[in-house]
């Protein structure tokens, strides 16, 4: 093998960009592949440019690899040869002996084109290497080694030891599956002059804020540990081990064994998981043809059932050809079109399923005219293979009423017909119905889940308007219609007996009824203080928009997200911006709208007979419900604090706090707890929990990386999230924010032609990600909007199976 016609890329791989050959060596080599004899060995090299004694810490490298190779079950050991002699690299017959390679290095200038000839062939033909700390400093002129390691250090990085939080991402690699999720530990922190993420595979993240990173700060995503598959062979670099005293930890140790064990052969590992290029984001559906609605309607939630078949729903707006009825003196008012599409993956068309009356198709405007009433949220029955049944929650046309502008919110159950296709509207059963208001928009919520004993839970907006507050906490008691106010959430999303501004759950039966569960927030029985009521159908209080939401059925965790309130930043009078927030859910509770948000930070009260005057700030702990508005509890549960919140500013704004815990609300002293996302105009998506299956035979399902790791988005594609996180189980649903987070908007595309209004995402049965685009207009369908499917190409674990190392078969 002619190693000097080797072609390779920076940092994308060589088949992905070509560099100009090297200079032709002296000699060529043929390694026979894979390198390694009967015994696995390992081959550090400890070469440096620099002149006079060697580093302590290369020695203290490679008596802890020494350790590693003799300690352990025997199928994991392996011989160790320390040199710092290059012409190892131009002696095919000593290399070849060699299952993977360490450099341990000061770096430098180390080795000369013949000797980096002969490492690209050891690479080509199978080999491993293992990057520690300064190997990213090595062969500083070489593009081929800089694709080697994956990234080069800063020229500003810190030189101080400091001590520093690791986020470790990758749950099952062998270097990182053992350690713990928040790794503390001392060492140096390079910086690096190029962000590899996305063309490498991390593993490991350090975070910035828990030491200093200097000028040449990477930011939230900021990788310190990666691998790749790379020119034929497998390379992992860690960017620790800059201290003599890390090869004494036995965490560290632990992660160079994994490493080891992956680089040498003795075990597999997916090192391509993250690695941008290895998903394809393909589009599904095509415009509507003019004026109809053939393909997909204003796009507003999806399902997919056991054999692939993706249910989505159309909210009610019509596309902008389309008239709008907003007179309400017009029988019609309102009056659109919910349409249930059906995607059949075996035959990639899409057919319609079904179309109901409903009140939401007014178009745009200001707040008394526009509505997000309509068809809001679709599920199917568990056992739907079998019995068919369809989840709807919608508001039927049929139901309002004019004079009052009032409504019913439905939930319903239908019966779709497979051989035909359709969607039996004859078949109706009407689980659940409760009033809302009409008059002024907005809120609906929409989102419907199943946990796995068989119960169906249910987001219900705060059915409130979005003005009379100046976009801070939703509770002007005064402005009604007919009696009925339409600017005081303290009336919906705070009051114990009202099914607005909730997260509902119900155990659906047979004959089309439901009963409820055990655990809820309220029995329905409650009555205190003058005959208070409650309902025993809430699960969550205290929601201000909850569009989506998502059970992952592992674990039964409940997760959702809602939008916020419009104030663009902190009021020292009324209080915090508005925060979309996401909320892992263990236990039913008071999730703080209208009284407080994000880690319990309170609003002002207000009430008349001015609301423009403030009263005293709310209390989180034991929130008073007050407003004349309130036909339920005065004293309500506890404020809850949420997982993730966000405003234009940044994630997860925090203040300092008086005596009496109430934050200053002063942008200045405004600390950021999740400096990876931040906001502006947007709307927060919840999205699934992924759980990879392995006995799936498809082979474009995402891979097991992604197992357990919580998808969170916003309707908008710039700053906002879209990212996969992890939790600390220890913390999840006590307001434990997440330990870990990386972007996903490289593997689902953002940009205008792209998925640049996300309105819903779901895993299909196969692993793969489908993904609902609203469009680009609002209240209606455009050509944008459509459905996409997120697959995963990059193939299994390496090296294959009968490549491993003899003593690991």
């Known amino acids: 093998?002619?190693?000097?016609?080797?072609?390779?890329?920076?940092?994308?791989?060589?088949?992905?960009?070509?560099?100009?050959?090297?200079?032709?060596?002296?000699?060529?080599?043929?390694?026979?592949?894979?390198?390694?004899?009967?015994?696995?060995?390992?081959?550090?090299y400890h070469g440096s440019a620099a002149g006079g004694e060697e580093s302590p810490v290369?020695?203290?490298?490679?008596?802890?690899?020494?350790?590693?190779?003799?300690?352990?079950?025997?199928?994991?050991?392996?011989k160790v040869t320390a040199t710092d002699d290059a012409s190892v690299f131009t002696d095919e017959t000593k290399l070849g002996l060699y299952n993977a390679v360490v450099f341990l290095t000061g770096g430098g200038d180390i080795l000369d084109p013949e000797q980096e000839a002969g490492l690209e062939s050891y690479m080509e033909a199978g080999g491993g290497f293992l990057g520690i700390h300064d190997a990213a400093r090595a062969e500083p002129y070489s593009d081929w080694f800089t694709g080697l390691v994956g990234a080069r250090p800063a020229a500003n990085s810190p030189t101080t030891v400091q001590r520093a939080t690791v986020e470790v991402g990758d749950r099952v690699h062998p270097a990182t599956k053992d350690l713990p999720l928040q790794w503390k530990r001392f060492d140096q922190w390079p910086n690096w002059t190029k962000n590899p993420s996305g063309d490498v595979h991390t593993v490991a993240r350090v975070r910035e804020s828990t030491y200093t990173p200097g000028t040449g700060a990477n930011g939230a995503d900021h990788p310190v540990s990666w691998c790749r598959d790379y020119d034929?062979?497998?390379?992992?670099?860690?960017?620790?081990?800059?201290?003599?005293?890390?090869?004494?930890?036995?965490e560290f140790r632990s992660h160079l064994r994994g490493a080891l064990a992956w680089t040498t052969r003795i075990s597999r590992a997916d090192c391509k998981a993250t690695i941008n290029a290895n998903y394809k984001a393909e589009r599904l559906t095509q415009p509507n043809q003019p004026g109809q609605n053939d393909q997909i309607g204003e796009p507003h939630g999806l399902v997919t059932a056991?054999?692939?078949?993706?249910?989505?729903?159309?909210?009610?707006?019509?596309?902008s050809s389309q008239p709008v009825v907003t007179d309400w003196n017009n029988p019609d008012v309102g009056k659109g079109k919910g349409e249930i599409?059906?995607?059949?993956?075996?035959?990639?068309?899409?057919?319609?399923?079904?179309?109901?009356?409903?009140?939401?198709?007014?178009?745009?405007?200001?707040?008394l005219i526009k509505v997000e009433e309509g068809l809001l949220g679709i599920e199917l029955d568990p056992r739907f293979e079998d019995n068919g049944w369809v989840y709807l929650h919608y508001t039927p046309h049929s139901r309002i009423d004019r004079d009052k502008q009032m409504a019913e919110r439905y939930v319903s159950r239908f019966t779709y017909n497979?051989?035909?296709?359709?969607?039996?509207?004859?078949?109706?059963?009407?689980?659940?119905?409760?009033?809302?208001?009409i008059h002024s928009c907005c809120h609906a919520g929409g989102g419907l889940a199943w946990d796995s004993k068989g119960n169906l839970y249910i987001a219900t907006g705060d059915n409130n308007s979005s003005g009379f507050s100046d976009g801070y906490s939703g509770n002007n008691p005064q402005p009604n219609y007919k009696g009925v106010s339409f600017a005081d959430a303290r009336r919906t999303a705070g009051n114990t007996n009202n099914l607005n501004g909730k997260i509902l759950r119900i155990h659906p039966e047979q004959d089309g009824t439901y009963t409820l569960p055990e655990g809820n927030l309220f029995t329905g029985k409650e009555t205190a203080e003058g005959g208070g009521k409650t309902r025993g159908e809430i699960y969550v209080m205290g929601v201000r928009n909850p569009a989506r939401i998502s059970i992952d059925k592992k674990t039964d965790t409940l997760y959702a997200g809602w939008v916020g309130p419009d104030a663009g930043s902190p009021s020292t009078t009324w209080g915090p911006a508005k925060y979309d927030t996401f909320a892992a859910i263990t236990k039913p509770g008071n999730h703080g709208w209208p009284y407080c948000m994000g880690n319990k930070q309170p609003y002002r009260d207000r009430n008349l007979p001015d609301p423009s005057k403030p009263l005293g700030w709310y209390d989180c702990n034991a929130p008073k419900n007050e407003s004349p508005n309130n036909d339920g509890l005065v004293n309500l549960p506890p404020v809850t604090s949420n997982t993730i919140w966000y405003s234009p500013q940044g994630g997860g704004p925090d203040y300092p706090r008086d005596a009496n815990g109430i934050p200053s609300y002063k942008t200045a002293e405004q600390k950021f707890l999740l400096p990876w996302l931040k906001g502006g105009g947007q709307a927060a998506m919840d999205g699934p929990v992924y759980r990879y299956d392995a006995n799936?035979?498809?082979?474009a399902k995402w891979p097991a990386y992604w197992d357990g790791k919580w998808f969170v988005g916003d309707f908008y594609d710039a700053d906002q999230p879209r990212h996969a996180v992890?939790?600390?189980?220890?913390?999840?649903?006590?307001?434990?924010?997440?330990?870990?987070?990386?972007?996903l908007k490289k593997i689902i595309p953002i940009g205008n032609d792209g998925i640049k209004n996300l309105m819903d995402w779901k895993f299909g049965p196969d692993g793969t990600l489908y993904v609902l685009d609203y469009g680009r207009g609002f209240f209606t369908s455009d050509s944008k909007s459509a459905l996409w499917q997120v697959t995963y190409k990059g193939g299994g674990p390496t090296p294959a199976a009968d490549q491993l190392a003899r003593e690991a078969q």
């Open 1 to 44: 093998m002619a190693a000097g016609v080797v072609a390779a890329g920076v940092l994308s791989g060589p088949a992905a960009s070509a560099r100009p050959a090297p200079e032709p060596p002296m000699t060529t080599m043929s390694i026979k592949s894979p390198p390694g004899g009967s015994d696995v060995r390992v081959l550090i």
């Open 58 to 78: 290369v020695n203290a490298g490679i008596e802890a690899i020494e350790d590693i190779g003799q300690t352990g079950a025997a199928a994991g050991r392996f």
């Open 232 to 250: 034929g062979g497998r390379s992992f670099y860690t960017g620790m081990g800059g201290t003599e005293s890390s090869y004494d930890e036995t």
């Open 306 to 319: 056991p054999d692939g078949r993706v249910f989505y729903i159309g909210r009610g707006g019509a596309d």
């Open 341 to 367: 599409h059906v995607y059949d993956p075996k035959t990639k068309k899409v057919t319609l399923a079904g179309t109901l009356n409903v009140f939401g198709n007014k178009g745009g405007g200001d707040e």
């Open 418 to 437: 497979s051989n035909t296709g359709k969607l039996d509207l004859n078949s109706e059963k009407v689980l659940l119905k409760w009033p809302v208001q």
């Open 696 to 699: 799936s035979a498809s082979t």
């Open 726 to 743: 992890l939790l600390d189980p220890k913390t999840a649903g006590q307001g434990g924010i997440p330990v870990h987070a990386e972007s």
